[in-house]
């Protein structure tokens, strides 16, 4: 059967973290790749080639050895592209071969299979800080994806290639990535060929777009109610920074009462922004700028804006002698100066507020800016006197070329820009903050892409959006240098300009179209009614769902198998998700009765296992989200959790409740609150609904204290694994809010309201979200689910949604993983889909079994039978309640529906139960749930 598949399941578990910290190799760009020589006779890797076979790399470095490339001329799965490029491979002992645990080279250390013994004994899925994970390159792409599906589900086209990098990685796979290219493997060392020398050349580097619409929602995100921007830890208004934010709304939204109400507040500050003065005094020009700017930005009057006219006061003060002159200006450095500007980018912002107001601009002012373009063509940001050393920097460079060029008449010193900001384009397509610098700055990025865009040089423009593409972190936002990781006004406003193909000499915000009027919000009900009254169209079909999950080729005699032809061990975690899902819907009890005999009448898969072998209750590796997860589903048909399948699971949860973090070797306990064995926020969250649900609040206070202080403090996020490794993912926080909603009382309100908003922030243009897969059907699910605890207010998002999901189901019912990559329906990614389009909620899920009968099972001896051309169920399913319930980790060879997202099939949230809940939860005293 299926590694992929088995590792699935167990991948979530894996709570993918980004281990290779500073200790994972990092290689140069002289790494040497070394040709595979396994157990049997590899193809030579120059048989692979871009219309024949698929490459795959190892890195051995962390083990001191080198990156091992393998070839497969006729490659049917990426585990077999592993096996057959010369490499062996070894899984759990809990798991199986599925789950690639050790992999081994006879190039290297006499074909020693690494992590070795010592360090990993291969029983539970390594830990997340440790393990292989799975990258991949399609034809032509040079840059690495983390793998959505596992290596025996993904199948490799010609001119793939495959790496697998030991360390670990985040639900993103954003960190952690191999440290050398596709391009490298393919060549079998060293970089491809980089770009022309010729200055006039821009880098080779693989084409990206920025998401404007997230950028946007990060900087509405930043004003205080709706208007404003404050100063950090302070509540005084930062009236520069609100102006960067107009903009980017501008740019990225168009006209709309969002941008009017930030509008009107900076037209009531005018006097203290622009006037600091007093009225009678000349105003601050930049600030002056901005502000006229923005009003013709808006096409508002910036001759009458916060009752000033601006363009007038501006072309008034413009210093009319410096220094040089005998009788010099005070304040004024120069002829042309505006009063107050002091650095190039505020005159130059005057200048072009000027130009588009169609003003004259006085003598000098534009002359001045020719005067600060040094030797070498950058552009200095301060006002110099004359003869003063010159040394520029993009950023400013940009925005002066943009107004100067815009201008007319400096055809020479706009030349002399360019070919500056082409010459300083680093091979990343990124700009440097300033001269000699080697890293990327955003905001220095932003503008030179601006400026070469007007001024036509497209493909060093698409290089730099590509870097900052790359650069856009989890929250839309962006941070100031490369690899930041706090997002900042200062760099998002013009990154969003950049991305949205526009700048400040050419932007006008457009109207938006009319929004299309909510529908309808759903009734509160039992969960076993119609969830909403949505209009047709508006999700995906239900019952077709029911029924991919269902078919006989999938449901076989009550029970998921990864393989899809039940020859193997089941995967009962998926078995459960399948329930959850038919529990949610309601369109085939029996066959949801089905599933509940046999997990509760101890019932074996082929190979012996029961429910309580894959969870580990009663033993010695019991996995706490796994046996939360059996408990929940007692509890959701109406069955007792505290014999179910022979145990009470509520006690076993309990008694997985740790008291104090585990030391090495023992790695049980990453806190105190956490669950032992269940190293992902799906898992703790498991086992705290099914501790709340039966009335235990006060043994699950730890594991709740826990789970809240997992909570990101400034986005409201949650991140995938425990311990955290600092990302954010939509299918943890969607699953967190719904715990926490579930608990008594109103103390984790504020934490739950928080989240999300910012679960709504992270949807995509076309209603998905971000998950391990990509655009993942697993993670719009999630998000419908979340976002259904205050479904009035996130209506128009759950409908996106419902529509994406829709968008993304297959003729035979069942549901792709995601939008990109591989397609075929999937059963993990179907009962997610299923359960969460319904909208209820995990926490309050309810389906009575009275007057159902179980399907008829047949004899073991029975065959199965598949017709060709039927799904067999999409095997490599990631499961995120693996050792204790994580998400999936693509490495080994689990299918990875975005680590938490795995997990996340269970979960299942209902606008009218959740929102009763949430209801309840303002009323209850004491135990009432």
Known sequence: MGTAQQQDRHVGKKRLLSLLTAAAVTFAASVVFVTGAGPAAADPVAECTATKGAIVAVDFKPFGGGVVRGCDTTPTTGYELLHEGGFTTEGTQHDGDGFICRIGTGSFNSGTQYPTPATEDCVLTPQATAYWSYWIASPGQDSWSYSPLGAMSRKPQAGDVDAWVFGGTDVGGSTGRPTFTPDEVRAGGGATPGPSEDPTDGPTVPAGEIDVTAAARWVSGQLREGTHVVDEGADTPNDFLTTEAAYALAAANGKGSALDKVVTHLAGRTDAYAYPAGAEEPPAAPAAARLALLAEITEGDPRDFGGHDLLGDLAENVCPAGPESGSPTPGCTAKGDFHGATYADGQALAVLALLRGGVDRPAGAEERLTQLVCQDGSVTGILLSPGEYCDGDPATTGLVALVLDEAGGHEAAVAKMRAYLKKAQLSSGAFPAYNGSTTGSVAATAYAAQALRALGDGDATDAAVAWLSREQLDDGGFGLDEGATDAGLYATAPAVLAGAGTDLVRLVAKATEPTVPPTTPPATGGPTTKPTTRPPGAGPDLKKGVGFLTHPANLLQGRYYDDGAGQGQAEFGMTIDGAFALAATGHDNNALRTIVDFLSGGGKDRTGRTLADWSGVGGKYAQGGRIGKAALLAQAVERDPRDFGGRDLIAAVTDAVCEKPSTAPDRSCPAKGAYTYSPSVFAQSLGIIAQVRAGEEKAAEAPIAYLASL????????????????????????????????????????????????????????????????????????????????????????????????????????????????????????????????????????????????????????????????????????NADGPGGGGGLASTGAQALGLAAAAAVLVLAGWRTVVTARNRRGAAAGGER
């Open 711 to 878: 909570q990101h403090a400034s986005s409201g996020a949650w991140p995938s694994l425990i311990p955290s490794t600092g990302d954010s993912d939509v299918d943890s926080t969607a699953m967190a809010a719904m715990t926490l909603d579930l608990v008594p009382g109103d103390a984790h309100a504020v934490a739950v309201d928080k989240s999300l908003a910012w679960i709504a922030a992270r949807q995509l243009p076309d209603g998905g979200f971000p998950g391990a897969s990509g655009n993942s059907v697993n993670s719009a699910a999630l998000a419908v689910q979340g976002l259904s605890l205050d479904a009035e207010k996130y209506d128009k998002q759950i409908t996106k949604a419902l529509k994406f999901l829709a968008s993304q189901q297959n003729k035979d019912g069942g549901f792709n993983v995601a939008k990109e990559g591989q397609r075929g329906s999937d059963i993990r990614a179907s009962a997610q889909a299923v359960g969460g389009a319904t909208g209820i909620s995990f926490g309050t899920l309810a389906r009575s079994l009275k007057g159902t009968t179980p399907n008829p099972v047949p004899s073991s001896s029975t065959p199965v039978i598949v017709t060709p051309g039927d799904s067999a169920g999409g095997g490599g399913i990631v």
